[in-house]
């Protein structure tokens, strides 16, 4: 089993709504950033891998197993997190640990947990409804760690939360995959976070996957040129993947290997590479 | 399955105490009005009001989405809500049984074996048609499955009430027939109707989306 | 050993890692056969991916810096100083091939070029 996540041809209609068909594999080891505007099919996407919606159409295996044939045993081995904490919120933190202490039985690693809840310094009296958004995800997260998941699937987990958490989170989800049959897929619209610590960048819009690549390959194979008009009309235009045009000349998102070496480009960051192709889209 | 049943009584453990001052007063009003022999039913009200809880609370905070990927299967997971029912069913029953043994005689000589099932048949019976309904079209559309049954359900205890001969002309019938088969058909009632409806819950929600 | 990745410059990030690593190799800031981090640990510390980290170390074991063990990790490569002293000189002989270039072309005398020199050895 190398792949941890093994989407085949994954088709999903929801209303007006068409997921793929996505066919992506995640190898053991890594963190992917799952990225696209809200409404590309993220969500979806990771519904389907966690069960909650069935595919029309395709297969999808995690950690080597068709999501079809998962027993609650193979299901332990998934950790998740969505963008709010889904438990009864009059629970307070003792009776939510308890809860997913009877809920993932053998595999429930208390010493884990506690160590988290200690870490995030989450009140132990105070119901669940009166925690922050971001203790919320810190408690999420906390679950999802705490029963030896060896995949780590989540929805926006970030989203809404101020930069100092966001920056924790990334400091654990490298230090989950310091054990390197851990992996993790990450959705979100904040491209920061997923900039500094993915080592794959998948990138969906309008329910179809764009590419999916290593982050370090995609950010050095492209290059932003600004030019004027008329030197922009010489590029190759097999070359530019996206334009951005204004009064006083272009700026072109271009591949570098498909323009002379000699031009002067400036690097890209992973949301240049978004925005540009979601615009060249609209165009 | 516990972790699930543990939830829901967290979730509305303030809930719990005032259900359970309903009941006394229901008890001490059905009491003082010679009813007491028909207290045990309104424990009906009780899985009634409990299911109408549970699944607002889900709802509310979208916790099926969290439990569906856990480590349960979603079986298990109607399960839990048939356990609580059937606990409480099984509540209301046993106090039938002891007011049974307490207050004998009069016209209600109705003999154990079917106040037993009768009283398990009854008090089941609304959640195990809400059940099925709930997991179908949900707590929005299923409160107005709720506001129904309990309308229907009202009118008749208050139909029984008033009518007092009706009911004991219904006794007098049923004391009159062979009790025993009578038991044994109430039994067999009951669980068909609760194994039936647990089968149409599991079917129903295997093939949901969330 | 310290590494800095500078988001400015142009070098890929992998580079980066890569040439600090090796300079402090050069520098004989490690024993020989002294474990280096995991390549999770360093991307870890860095905040950056482990692909990156790993290719860094990929091609300094192609370069013959390092050496890597499976399960093991990866050791200091010894280092042979003669075999060290013509890789260096290599790259001197490049670097002031660049400069004669250079020189010529904005007519510049190979004694103001040894001026130069000594100004920046100070």
């Known amino acids: 089993m190398q792949n941890a996540i093994e989407l085949n041809a994954v088709k999903k209609q929801l209303g007006n709504f068409t997921l793929g068909p996505i066919s992506l594999s995640v190898p053991k080891g890594c963190i992917v950033g799952y990225i696209g505007e809200n409404g590309a099919g993220k969500s979806t996407t990771i519904k389907l891998m966690l069960g909650l919606l069935r595919a029309d159409e395709g297969e999808i295996k995690l950690l080597g197993n068709n999501i079809k044939d998962f027993t609650p045993e193979m299901k332990k081995d998934i950790g998740y997190v969505f963008d709010n904490l889904y438990i009864p919120q009059e629970m307070n933190l003792k009776n939510a640990i308890s809860f997913h202490e009877k809920l993932y039985g053998s595999a429930w690693d208390s010493k884990t947990c506690n160590s988290f809840v200690d870490r995030f310094n989450l009140p132990h009296n105070k119901e669940i409804t009166h925690f922050s958004r971001g203790m919320k995800m810190q408690l999420g997260l906390t679950f999802a760690l705490s029963h030896g998941a060896k995949l780590l699937l989540l929805d926006e987990p970030t989203s809404g939360l101020d930069p100092v958490i966001r920056d924790d989170v990334l400091d654990i989800l490298l230090e989950y995959i310091q054990d390197e049959n851990n992996t993790v897929l990450i959705s979100s619209h904040i491209l920061s976070d997923l900039e500094k610590a993915a080592d794959y960048i998948a990138f969906i819009h309008k329910g179809q996957l764009l590419f999916m690549e290593q982050k370090d390959e995609l950010v050095e194979s492209c290059g932003i040129l600004s030019l004027s008009s008329e030197q922009a009309r010489d590029i190759d235009p097999s070359a530019i993947i996206g334009k951005r045009e204004h009064k006083f000349g272009v700026e072109l998102l271009v591949r570098r290997s498909l323009v002379p070496e000699n031009m002067d480009m400036d690097k890209v960051s992973i949301e240049d590479i978004m925005i540009y192709m979601i615009k060249e889209d609209r165009q | 399955m516990k972790a699930l049943i543990y939830k829901d009584i967290v979730s509305i453990k303030k809930s719990l105490r005032t259900l359970a001052l309903m009941l006394i007063i229901i008890g001490i009003v059905f009491f003082g009005g010679g009813l007491i022999r028909v207290f045990p039913l309104s424990f009906m009200y009780v899985s009634i009001i409990l299911t109408g809880f549970f699944f607002g609370k889900d709802a509310a905070y979208n916790v099926e989405q969290y439990i569906i990927p856990a480590p349960i299967k979603r079986s298990e997971i109607v399960l839990s809500r048939y356990a609580i029912l059937w606990a409480i069913s099984g509540l209301g029953t046993l106090l039938a049984l002891i007011i049974h043994l307490f207050d004998r005689g009069g016209a209600l000589s109705i003999p154990w074996y079917v106040v037993l099932p009768g009283n398990f048949l009854l008090i089941s019976l609304i959640s195990s048609i809400q059940l099925p309904a709930l997991y179908k079209f949900g707590v929005e559309k299923g409160r107005v499955i709720y506001t129904l049954t309990y309308i229907l359900l009202f009118s008749g205890v208050s139909y029984l009430g008033k009518n007092k001969e009706l009911l004991l002309n219904i006794v007098e019938t049923i004391s009159n027939t062979n009790t025993v088969l009578l038991g044994a058909i109430l039994a067999l009632l009951a669980i068909l109707i609760n194994a039936a409806s647990y089968a149409i819950s599991v079917h129903i929600y295997s093939s949901k989306e969330f | ?122």
């Open chain 3, 1 to 122: 050993m310290n590494i800095r990745i500078k988001n400015s410059s142009n070098d890929p990030i992998y580079l980066q890692i890569k040439n600090q690593i090796r300079d402090a190799i050069i520098n004989g800031e490690f024993e020989a056969e002294e474990l280096l981090p995991s390549i999770r640990v360093l991307a870890k510390e860095l905040r950056v991916s482990v692909i990156t980290t790993k290719r860094a170390y990929d091609e300094l074991e192609r370069e013959g810096y390092i050496h890597s063990v499976q399960g093991k990790g990866s050791f200091v490569a010894a280092q042979n100083k003669e075999l060290m002293r013509e890789k260096m000189l290599k790259k001197i002989e490049a670097s002031l091939l660049d400069a004669l270039r250079y020189a010529k072309l904005a007519e510049i005398s190979k004694e103001e070029l040894v001026q130069i020199l000594d100004i920046l050895e100070d």
